[in-house]
């Protein structure tokens, strides 16, 4: 579409776009093959992914704020959520994937050297939690790129995997994530197993891990003050909802993942929930706890 027919475009409202518009914009990130293995490594019926998003002070950071309260908050998440969840994950023997922003790289070096040296995986979590929608491309790949450099000079351990801050994925997220040379991504839902992106049509190579709201602690957990947000799902209620979804992925074969910050489910009236989760996983006898990076590489090894 040239400059004059975007402009013609613009000016419509969505019932008027014609075909070729509606089309490209649903066109331009796809769900391509699926990756679901008959069975997981040595087995295993089902496989069971943890990831943790370290967003700590970059909540607050990332649009310009400035509460000492709400980077306070972040900072729980590194001085009490990130080793409480370690401390629990070593116990069961529980690799993890967590996702960093550089800037809480920068600022908290030895939690990531941390994580890396007791066998979990970091992945590339924007520079400071920006939002990729409202960046140009050359923005937006420059953050990526600094943010890979960051996290690889902090761990010795490039990162193959990434997960956009707020799941928020532009037009030109993909076309990056596959210019880098990264292996997957995490910020999309368009399906329980992982499966290959394409990008207008066209195969990329680069495997979505698919996440989901309903399978985040953000969603229930999140606190703002001063918008009327406020935490609304006992964690009773929230283990549930988590434990339903697990238990399926186990019925069907497939994987269980789950998205939590340490800053929310890093409380002591919370935390049992990963507790439960993996007791629950490691009594079934048969189900494979990986980081989001073996997962991928497994499931696109070995897939059906």
């Known amino acids: 579409m040239n400059e004059t027919s975007k402009l013609e475009t613009s000016k419509l409202e969505p019932w008027q776009w014609p075909e070729a518009h509606w089309r490209g914009l649903v066109n331009q990130v796809r769900a391509g093959r699926t990756y679901r293995p008959k069975r997981w490594k040595d087995g295993a019926r089902c496989a069971f992914a943890l990831s943790f998003d370290s967003d700590h002070e970059t909540n607050e950071l ?24 370690l401390k629990l994950l070593a116990k069961y023997a529980v690799p993890a994937t967590f996702y960093v922003p550089a800037v809480c790289a920068l600022i908290y070096p030895d939690e990531q050297r941390r994580i890396i040296a007791e066998g ?55 076309r990056i994530t596959k210019e880098a040379g990264l292996l997957y991504d995490s910020s999309l839902m368009a399906d329980v197993d992982c499966y290959e992106l394409l990008l207008d049509g066209e195969p990329t190579g680069v495997i979505e891990f698919p996440v989901e709201w309903i399978r985040d602690d953000a969603v229930y957990f999140m606190m703002h003050r001063f918008q009327g947000l406020r935490p609304y799902t006992p964690p009773s209620d929230v283990f549930d909802v988590f434990r339903r979804e ?28 990963i507790e439960e989760l993996i007791r629950l996983a490691k009594a079934k006898g048969d189900v494979w706890c990986a980081t989001h990076a073996d997962v991928v590489r497994y499931a696109r090894d070995h897939a059906a």
């Open 246 to 273: 697990f238990e399926a992925a186990y019925e069907e074969g497939g994987v269980f993942q789950l998205t939590c910050h340490p800053h929310m489910i890093g409380y002591r009236s919370r935390l049992w929930i």
């Open 62 to 85: 990332r649009d310009g704020g400035k509460s000492i309260g709400r980077m306070a908050w972040g900072q729980y998440g590194n001085r009490v959520g990130v080793p409480n969840i």
């Open 120 to 174: 979990h995986e970091i992945g590339i979590h924007s520079w400071i939690h920006e939002l990729n929608s409202v960046l140009p491309y050359e923005a937006e790949k420059d953050l990526m790129t600094r943010a890979a450099d960051v996290l690889e000079k902090t761990t010795r351990v490039r990162p193959v995997g990434a997960r956009t801050a707020s799941w928020d994925f532009s037009p030109h997220t993909l």
